[in-house]
Structures are given as C-alpha cells and as structure tokens.
C-alpha cells in the first residue's frame, strides 16, 4: 500500500508564509514519483497547484511566483512554500502523487488565512 500525509497547514494572518510538507511512503519503488498539489476552498471544486516531476514544476497561474514548490532530500517527499498568502489562499490543501497507474491522495492539511 501507498500512504501519503501532508502537513503544515495553519492560521496565518494575510501577508504571511507557511511551508506545507508531504511525504509519500508504503510499496513505491521510485525515488522521484510524479507528486502534485492541489486545494479546494470552501463551495469550490478542487484545483491543482502546481506539477512535480522529475526536475519540473509546472504551477498554476494563481500562484506562479508565490508558491516555490520543491523535492525533499527524502525520497517522495515535496515541499509548498507559500509565501504572501492571502483569503483567497484559504483551503484545504492536498497532495497527490501517481506511481503504477494510481492517484493516492492524501487527507489534505487546512490552511487559514485570517487576521
């Protein structure tokens, strides 16, 4: 089996940073498996972030230039900076990543934007 937990989410007053984590572990035998970030807010469907391949990283417009994504020194693992963060970044965010022909999820870490 494939687990795969985010973390990092919070409350974080508009205008700041928090860094989000996610570490894919279980039967994957690859080092660099194809992950993704994705969010929904609340009343909106779920929509990517950003793509990490194997040196890649191909991001949606909504947040080109604020959300530097990045691979851990650990195997499966990626990163989500998120930096000048404002109410419309509140959400739930998830990773995913696809190994074998499969999407595994994770269960998604909250993140708040409020002063």
């Known amino acids: 089996q494939v687990q795969v937990v985010e973390s990092g989410g919070g409350l974080v007053q508009p205008g700041g940073s928090l860094r989000l984590s996610c570490a894919a572990s279980?039967?994957?035998?690859?080092?660099?498996?194809?992950m993704s970030w994705f969010r929904q807010a609340p009343g909106k469907q779920r929509e990517p972030i950003v793509d990490?391949?194997?040196?890649?990283?191909n991001y949606a417009d909504s947040v080109k230039g604020r959300f530097p994504a990045s691979r851990g020194v650990a195997p499966n693992t990626v990163y989500l900076q998120m930096n000048n963060l404002t109410a419309e970044d509140t959400a739930v965010y998830y990773c995913?990543?696809?190994?074998?022909?499969?999407?595994?999820w994770g269960q998604g870490t909250q993140v708040t934007v409020s002063s």
């Open positions: 990490v391949g194997d040196g890649t990283y």
């Open positions: 279980g039967r994957i035998f690859s080092t660099k498996t194809d």
């Open positions: 995913r990543i696809y190994y074998t022909g499969t999407f595994y």
